[in-house]
């Protein structure tokens, strides 16, 4: 099975809402799967490593707007 990927111009906005519409998928299949569901354990295991993927390449506002210790660190000795 290939890997196929594709570039897709979302705004942080779409993504936002994306991940909101994950973590809800998230919520049912895992009442779902808890019932006896072995088709909603295998859906919720393929959403959460969407979700892991999406986090990953998502940058965060956070890291954004304040730097990191090490980054503050770095920034002090140059």
Known sequence: M???SHSVDL???DLQLIEAA???QEKILSVQS???GSAART???DI???MR????QTPSAQSAATPSWSKAARQLFR
């Open 2 to 4: 290939a890997d196929e």
């Open 11 to 13: 705004t942080a906005h």
């Open 22 to 24: 994950l973590q809800t």
């Open 34 to 36: 808890r019932a006896g």
């Open 43 to 45: 859906r919720l295991n």
């Open 48 to 50: 959460k490593g969407l």
């Open 53 to 56: 993927r999406l986090r990953r």
